[in-house]
């Protein structure tokens, strides 16, 4: 059982930057590959960027690559996702979920948090 906390979303204006934090507990938390997604208003949850357990691997998705980064520091059981020249079409509750593989598929992380809510405004 792995249990996620987001912090760090706000408003920022459109071009700014934030980075979010997402802290996971349990025995094994940093053994699983972890996922950002985000949910933007009347939207689907989607993938945004994924992390392979020991940081070595990461891919995103086409809308955010070159602007975001995802990272890990697994002594402080912490994924962090920096995101830069935010655009308004970036407004959503961004989550972070665990998997025991690297996935894309919301589906397939059976852990998730209760998200944190980043709002660039034009």
């Known amino acids: 059982q792995v249990q996620l906390v987001e912090s760090g979303g706000g408003l920022v204006q459109a071009g700014g930057s934030l980075r979010l934090s997402c802290a996971a507990s349990?025995?094994?938390?940093?053994?699983?590959?972890m996922g950002w997604f985000r949910q933007g208003p009347g939207k689907e949850r989607e993938f945004v960027a994924g992390?392979?357990?020991?940081?070595?691997?990461?891919f995103y998705a086409d809308s955010v690559k070159g602007r975001f980064t995802i990272s890990r520091d697994n002594a402080e059981n912490t994924v962090y996702l920096r995101m830069n020249s935010l655009k308004p079409e970036d407004t959503a509750v961004y989550y972070c979920?665990?998997?025991?593989?690297?996935?894309?598929?919301?589906?397939?992380?059976?852990?998730w948090g209760q998200g944190t809510q980043v709002t660039v405004s034009s």
């Open positions: 349990g025995r094994t938390a940093s053994s699983y590959a």
């Open positions: 979920a665990a998997s025991l593989a690297l996935r894309v598929g919301v589906q397939e992380y059976p852990y």
């Open positions: 992390i392979s357990w020991r940081g070595g691997v990461t």
